[in-house]
């Protein structure tokens, strides 16, 4: 059988870019019968030194200073969206209205409006599109969500998600467009809040009400140079600081449409908290939990003794999710850039097949709302429906 080519572009050269460049290029090692497979024809970022560092690794056929000029590209049939969430929003439609299918991280823009945007274009275009939320990718969390889906634990009563981590933790952090409201939105809500929400939705179902609230840790950060990580600490004495516009943290305790209470936290300068992300979800019978930082990995009671019931340590293995696509026993711990190899191979199947597979600008759209009413009731001080 001839396998199909598909030309694609990448829209913004930072680690997110080259993450998506990385995970086309893998495809062929892990999806072999896929059918389907990506060639990298262009690249467009605003900061020359990126786009230059881009092209060198991957080697594109074109590099462009415009996102425009490369929607305006025939040979590009489908196009990543790793530019900063400021731009998400025209880039999708523009995208969409070119016919171009859609890869576009989270949180789709800064608004609510700007995912619906988004979602509303790909709908009238016909074109495929997926989202980056690829924690739900990981096999282990796709083996909890059989689980919980299975009965394993009994009925979910109650539930922790937890996404705190300390790359803002720094005093003299840069202050990135993700720490400025016109282009990083509403900061760790979208930006790790997100991922949480996703998660909620993905093992328990849609959020029904919320009560929130958010702050702001470190007020002022020293200014960064075009294009700079939030990574990035500055500790150049005396550099000028800008006022940090959008949120550090947020706690809710939300309550899903079957009832079940979760506790939710996110935060960006949480020292000591490297990438905490995970969960525990609770039931009548048992409960199962996962961490990130172990992501091959479930915490697991299950049996139906109630008291005294042990937890144990399960590995993820084959059969779990995508699991056997990249390694043939249990206990052999996946990466984060495995995820996206994932994400990258449901987007080329969903163009394929004219069907969509992995999560869509749909679960952005409802994720957004989410995030939207925690801002709302944080400001309320008042319990909101999405």
Not at 41 to 51: E, M
Not at 361 to 368: G, H, I
Request: glycine share 10%; net charge negative.
């Amino acid at each position: 059988m001839r396998e199909r080519v598909l030309g694609v572009g990448v829209i913004g050269a930072g680690w997110m870019g080259h993450v998506h460049a990385r995970a086309y290029a893998r495809l062929p090692h892990h999806y072999p019968d896929l059918g389907i497979r990506a060639r990298l024809v262009a690249v467009a970022d605003t900061v020359p030194a990126q786009a230059e560092d881009f092209a060198a690794r991957y080697a594109p056929d074109r590099v462009h200073a415009d996102w425009a000029a490369l929607l305006k590209d025939p040979e590009i049939e489908a196009v990543s969206v790793t530019a900063p969430n400021a731009y998400h929003r025209d880039i999708a439609v523009a995208a969409a209205q070119a016919g171009k299918h859609l890869w576009i991280e989270k949180p789709v823009g800064l608004t609510v409006e700007d995912a619906r945007a988004a979602a509303e274009a790909v709908a009238r275009a016909g074109v495929q599109a997926t989202v980056g939320f690829n924690y739900r990718n990981l096999p282990a969390v796709a083996r909890a969500r059989r689980l919980i889906a299975d009965g394993a634990i009994g009925t979910p009563t109650h539930a922790r998600v937890t996404f705190l981590t300390d790359y803002a933790a720094h005093p003299a952090g840069a202050l990135t467009w993700r720490f400025l409201r016109a282009q990083g939105g509403s900061g760790a809500l979208g930006d790790l809040g997100s991922h949480g929400v996703d998660l909620v939705r993905f093992l328990l179902g849609d959020v029904e009400r919320l009560v929130a609230d958010t702050a702001v840790f470190l007020p002022r950060r020293p200014l960064a140079a075009p294009g700079g990580s939030h990574y990035a600490v500055v500790d150049t004495p005396d550099q000028p600081t800008g006022a940090v516009e959008n949120e550090d943290y947020v706690c809710a305790l939300l309550r899903t449409s079957g009832g079940v209470r979760v506790t939710f936290e996110a935060g960006r300068t949480e020292v000591g908290a490297q990438n905490t992300y995970g969960f525990v979800v609770q039931g009548s019978e048992g409960l199962v939990g996962w961490d990130f930082r172990r992501a091959g990995e479930l915490t697991v009671a299950a049996g139906g003794d109630y008291q005294n019931q042990p937890a144990a340590t399960v590995s993820a293995g084959p059969g779990d999710g995508e699991y056997a696509r990249f390694q043939p026993g249990a206990g052999i711990v996946m990466s984060y850039d495995d995820t996206k190899v994932i994400e990258a191979a449901a987007f080329l199947r969903s163009i394929d097949e004219a069907v969509p597979h992995g999560p869509t600008l749909e679960d952005a759209v409802r994720s957004a709302e989410v995030l939207d009413a925690m801002a709302r009731s944080a400001a309320a001080s008042a319990w909101i429906e999405p």
